[in-house]
């Protein structure tokens, strides 16, 4: 005897795949619009009632071309099969971007009631109306033993859906509604050109935020890449200036390769045709004031804070999460770091790669949250790096070809001044003729040994330039392992902890914290470089020593606390103002600090038991006074004279590079200042004083 079995799904499955699956309510609204988008909708508009708190409601309207009662039954409530696999056009030609529904089901699962109400095109004057009541799926064994009702009936409404959801089990916190509202307004972008659908929401986070998204800027860029990849895998870029006018373009083999250390480039990309524009921006008033910009900087600024970054755009609808904040996606931030001239950031700069994809060659991602990283999206990812690379290094081209010529042009003008004067000094009589030329001679030797000096502080700060892209990179590369460090040995001592109890603390607590500082160390050696090269701390202003040397003190903190150096400060009464970068200060207050802290590592008879650093400030009408000092072993005059301590490359220590006290020289000259130093000071060690000019008033 056989009997006749079928699959069936207890209600639990609704919740597994609605709120389980989609990690944010408002990416199932999301999809409720992006549905809206299939309907061939000219508008949508979600309206948020009470959703602070549990009990609000959720209304999503769209004008499209509504379902019929087949519609319904067949696609709206059939959950796991994709309507695109049946037609990927729309009546209007769209792309079809809606997908198995899970996340519809995710949205009508963030309240209790739902009820859709909606109007077909095909059959016009017909409403078809349609109640969920998720309560009734509580009481029965199967999904398919609750039965549902549509219900028909005449109207004189235009064609159209509205989905209301009652009673919220859910509610939205601000991040959410913050987070829904820069969706929907990016959903179709801020970029230029038709835009044939439109979002509203009815929350103020929404219009402030539309606000500022579609201000246009984009004529505002320094510069613009527009690139596209065809069909068949083959890439073409094009590079504009500000002006609009073609800096460079190149094919397939100088795009694909650019990436690349061994110059080496594919055949083609294995990925979908896309197109990718960005716009990248030069957020100085200097660049702003040259092209005679109708905007101020703080408003572009502002705006690129809200759309920064580069945006996914699959069959028109942006995809989420590419380009928000933590998801840059082309590593742009991350390839400034390694090379920061002429490369764009997510803070400088916004793009769009548009991708049609009529194969479904790309995955979305089950709970919406973009695509899997199948081979065809790491392609893709890989072109738009590559693009990004190339214009980097046309860039750079240009800047040096724009360099050499103003070589030659001061050359040139040299060489004519030159030829004037000797034209001039040969209408001289003899006499003067004789002590125009002596003079001439002298101003020009003096005139050549000031362009040797010169050339050699441009070598030194080349090598500390080397010197410091070099250790950005290390350190960025550094703090990922770090980090797993840290969290590991966190790990090691809850579990430890829990399961040895007592034996814990006798026998593994000391090594563990042993490591976990050690990485606290560790993090250190990568915030330092990361910090004192960060952009903005090379703007001139006035500069309050006290903050400086307090936050690098912090900065230093764990690697002094590790090494058991104390540091104290002595920081004079109303602030020490001085007009300099905070680059500046920095550089002479972190020199000086790995000076003694490497003193402290060598031995010497009579140490003190106390490692100490003494911080001091003083004012006075016309100065501000900075001393560094420590207790350490003090500068040795027999290995090294103390006038020499100041010359590059001049250094006690086998592994020193003798630009540390260098740098603290010429940052102290370069802000009209003067520094001194006593191989033995007030404390017992090392002793530098620097004075620079003080600031009359805080900026």
Known sequence: MASLASLRFSPEILRRLGEELVPHPDLGVIELVRNAYDADAPTCSVEMDSVEARGGRIVVTDTGDGMTEDDIISGWLLLGKSTKVESTLTRKGRRKVGEKGLGR???????????????????????????????SFDAVAAVEDVQLTITSMPTESEPGTRIEIDELTTAFKPKDVERLARALVLLTGPFPGPADFRVDLNAPEFQKL?????????????????????????????????????????????????????????????????????????????????????????????????????????????????????????????????????????????????VTDEEQRLTPKTDRTGFLETPEFVELARFGRNVLDWAAKELLKRREREKEKRQQQAGDKVADALNKLQDTVSRLPPQQRRDVLEATNFLRTAFDEKVRAVEDDLLLYRTLSTVGTTTAVFAHETKQPVDLIDQASGVIARRASRLLKDQY???????????????????????????????????????????????????????????????????????????????????????????????????????????????????????????????????????LAIEDIWLPGATTREDGTGLGLTIVRDAARDLKGEVFVKPVGEIGGAEFNIELPRATTFS
Request: proline share 5%; no cysteine; glycine share 8%.
């Open 210 to 354: 539309a606000g500022i998204v579609h201000q246009s800027f984009f004529d505002e860029a320094e510069y613009r890449i527009v690139a596209d990849l065809n069909d068949n895998g083959r890439a073409s870029a094009i590079l504009y200036d500000w002006r609009g006018e073609v800096i460079s373009s190149g094919g397939h083999t100088a795009v694909s390769s650019a990436g690349s250390e061994r110059g080496d480039s594919p055949l083609a990309y294995f990925t979908p045709a896309a197109h990718f524009e960005l716009w990248s921006f030069n957020l100085s008033a200097n660049a702003f004031a040259i092209r005679g910009s109708k905007h101020k900087v703080s408003e572009v600024r502002n705006w690129l804070k809200s759309v920064g970054g580069v945006h996914l755009y699959h069959r028109n609808l942006r995809v989420h999460p590419y380009g928000d904040e933590g998801h840059d996606w082309l590593d742009m931030n991350l390839r400034r770091v390694r090379s920061p001239e002429l490369r764009p950031g997510t803070n400088t700069a916004v793009g769009r790669v548009s």
């Open 105 to 135: 089901l995710a949205a009508l699962r963030l309240g209790r009631y739902v009820t859709l109400t909606t109007r077909p095109r095909s059959t016009p004057g017909i409403q078809h109306v349609l109640k969920i009541d998720w309560r």
């Open 505 to 639: 603390t006798d026998q593994l607590s000391e090594p563990v914290e042993t490591v976990r500082k050690a990485a606290d160390s560790l993090r250190t050696y990568a915030d330092i470089p990361l910090r004192l090269l960060h952009r903005r701390k090379r703007r001139a202003t006035i500069v309050d020593v006290n903050e400086v040397a307090a936050d690098i003190v912090g900065l230093f903190d764990p690697h002094l606390d590790g090494a058991g150096i104390a540091v104290e400060l002595q920081l004079a009464d109303g602030g020490a103002p001085v007009k300099a970068t905070v680059a500046s200060i920095e550089a002479i207050l972190a020199n000086l600090l790995a000076n003694a802290t490497y003193a402290f590592t060598q031995p010497h008879p009579g140490g003190a038991s106390q490692r100490l650093i003494v911080i001091k400030t003083d004012v006075n009408a016309n100065s501000v006074f900075l001393t560094v000092m420590d207790n350490g072993p003090g500068i040795d005059t027999s290995k």
